[in-house]
């Protein structure tokens, strides 16, 4: 007997193509982007995840300042130098270090140009960094002592300025100094936030600190641990080091911050996890306005069928078998626009990650809990217009127009 | 006077009302009326003489105000909405002026919406061979003329082999050729069913085919009839 209604039911929807397809849309599209939200949101956290892995759990990153998240805010502080750098290399727990600094400038070669940022690195930047030369080599101690004008560039660098030769060799102007490219490195696409990651100039830190930036500053220094050395011991040795070099007093705060790259992750994971639950929750107001298109629809066609329930009610259909009828309505058309949305909805999280260089991470759950959802709207909202239908008074409905 | 079982209804003093916040409007008058097994009736009369009223309440649709109505040994005025659904689902079968068809299914799925119903059905197929139109089974309402859809209007009202078969002006909306036809099917269901069939007509000329005219007036029945002879429906003209 279910069978037979769903049957109706699904004759009923068929007659109607178009406007069980414009119906649908509501809900495809809240569906759609739900599943398309979470899938893209997971699949950029697992991104996160593995570069956090791939890089090695001891690499700290020591930068100047603290961030703002606690009730002091950010804060600027002076900048380290390398002998802060070179005092870090000495302790035992620390293997390598890598201490760079950034400087905005405009690089010019073959008849092109592209401003980008140039960070001066030593040569440990690469293993600390993740890395690898693809052609030319990595700058040697006697580049990384004198400050040489050479360069290292990434992917998009040679992509732009050198189109598909190859840039060892090869004279570029930075700024404005010449220098000339000994390396390039191997791509690594985009990262975890779309940013170009390829969109890179490594030239040696005294390169950069005497005749591009003026001053004796170092951004930033990243510092592999030793390898049985743990996180927490490696930033203790590291923070009473530089408390002592800044002169810092006792009790007084760090006007510095170490974070392992796990911190780091945990930072942008969470980041992430905020926008993906504010996107999903407009996401959900859409589905939300799905169902009350259902519900418009199916009420303005009980009330075309008006003629049509008033015949089954006077044959002598029972009111609750009409309410059914059209239950069953409601339902077919949300759990199809659920299929479709899923479908779409994974569609659009696969070219989102073939785009974003990110894990496909389709999650069961969420496609089960939009099937659920998505039937629910069907049922919550085609309750009243078929209860309407059941409730039509034959006489009344026989004389409709 | 016909045996006492052999009659199917029985209405005294039937009375309807129609109150809304202004207007009190008697639409019928307390109507005495009894029907035989089997017997046709047809009735006449102008618009608003309280025809189709009566015939609503007599099938289950609506309710009087007073008076009762006895159909079989069940007392409908005493009935409550289900029980009226019940009614109207075993025992009664309905077909309306205009066709009330559903468009989307077949003669024969239009059929079977109350073959799926009703308690004692016949094959819908042989419904729809009493009415003529065994070769139309598959087509759906928009690909058949306006008398075959009365005709298969009328084979889902006889589908669940009824006691009572109401018509509400059956022909109205034809023209004598296919009303013919139409009314051909209705006294033919009547002879092969056995089914007690009152047809609402305001075309006189249909009386003819009758076993007893009911002519109503201003909510009254104002003149009875017995038909010594009944014509064939092949034989009115209007």
Redesign the interface.
């Known amino acids: 007997m279910i069978w037979e209604t769903v049957r109706l039911a699904l004759l009923a929807l068929r007659r109607n193509k178009l406007r069980s397809a414009l119906t649908m849309l509501g809900i495809v599209i809240g569906v759609a982007a739900v599943i398309a939200m979470v899938t893209v949101g997971q699949g950029s956290s697992r991104s996160v995840t593995a570069s956090v892995a791939s890089l090695g759990t001891n690499v700290l990153s020591l930068r100047p300042g603290t961030h703002g998240f606690g009730p002091t805010g950010s804060r600027p502080a002076r900048a380290f130098t390398l002998r802060d750098a070179e005092a870090l290399a000495d302790l035992s727990v620390i293997a390598r270090v890598s201490p760079t600094v950034s400087s905005g400038q405009t690089v010019v070669a073959g008849g092109e140009n592209l401003g980008t940022s140039i960070t001066g690195a030593t040569s440990g930047y690469l293993e600390v960094g993740g890395w690898t030369i693809r052609s030319g080599r990595s700058f040697n101690s006697a580049e990384d002592r004198s400050g040489a004008s050479v360069c290292i560039i990434g992917e998009t660098i040679r992509q732009t300025l050198f189109r598909t030769t190859d840039p060892v060799g090869q004279q570029m102007r930075v700024g404005n100094i010449s220098c000339e490219v000994i390396g390039l490195l191997q791509a690594k696409g985009a990262g975890t936030f779309g940013q170009d990651q390829d969109d890179v100039v490594l030239m040696p830190i005294r390169t950069v600190q005497r005749r591009l930036a003026g001053n004796d500053d170092v951004g930033s220094i990243s510092l592999a641990l030793v390898s049985d050395v743990s996180a927490t011991r490696g930033a203790r040795e590291i923070e009473a080091l530089m408390r002592d070099r800044r002169r810092i007093a006792a009790g007084a705060e760090n006007d510095f911050s170490i974070m392992d790259r796990a911190q780091i992750a945990q930072v942008l994971t969470g980041i992430n996890s905020v926008l993906t639950g504010m996107l999903s929750s407009v996401a959900a107001v859409s589905l939300l306005v799905g169902g009350i298109g259902i519900m418009n629809i199916m009420l303005v066609s009980v009330t075309e069928r008006t003629r049509e329930i008033g015949i089954r009610l006077a044959i002598g259909a029972e009111g609750r078998q009409v309410l059914t009828q059209f239950l069953v309505e409601a339902v077919v058309l949300s759990l199809v626009g659920g299929i479709i949305g899923v479908i779409v909805g994974l569609g659009l999280a696969f070219a989102a990650s073939i785009f974003m260089a990110i894990p496909f991470a389709p999650q069961v759950y969420v496609v089960i809990l939009a099937f659920g959802f998505s039937a629910l709207i069907g049922v919550i909202f085609g309750y009243f217009p078929a209860r309407k239908a059941a409730r039509l008074d034959p006489i009344d409905a026989l004389r409709h127009e | 006077m016909p045996a006492s079982s052999d009659i199917v209804f029985r209405a005294t003093g039937l009375t309807k009302v129609y109150r809304n916040a202004a207007l009190e409007v008697q639409a019928l008058r307390g109507i005495d009326f009894q029907a035989r097994k089997g017997e046709f009736i047809v009735i006449l009369g102008p618009s608003g003489s309280g025809k189709s009223t009566f015939l ?1 309440i007599v ?1 289950g ?2 309710r009087a105000s007073d008076g009762e109505v006895w159909f079989e040994d069940h007392q409908l005025t005493s009935l409550n909405e ?1 029980q009226l ?2 009614y ?3 025992h ?1 079968g ?1 077909v ?1 002026q205009f066709y ?6 077949t003669a024969r799925e239009n059929v079977q ?2 073959t ?3 308690r004692r059905p016949m094959q819908a197929d042989h419904a729809l061979a009493l009415v003529g139109l065994s070769d139309r089974a598959n087509h759906f309402p928009a690909q058949l003329s306006g008398g075959e859809q009365q005709r298969v209007a009328i084979a ?1 009202a006889i589908a ?1 082999n009824p006691e009572v078969l109401l018509c509400d002006e059956p022909t109205g909306a034809l023209d004598s050729a296919t009303g013919i036809k139409v009314l051909q099917a209705l006294t033919e269901v009547n002879r092969a069913v056995g089914a007690t069939t009152l047809v609402i007509t305001h075309n006189a000329a249909i009386r003819d085919i009758a076993d007893r005219v009911i002519r109503f007036a201003d909510g009254r029945i104002a003149e009875e009839t017995v038909n010594a002879t009944k014509k064939l429906p092949a034989e009115v003209a209007w």
């Open positions: 609503n099938g649709l609506d289900a659904t019940q109207r689902r075993d009664v309905f309306f009330n068809l559903v468009p989307s299914l919406l109350v799926e119903i009703a889902r669940k």
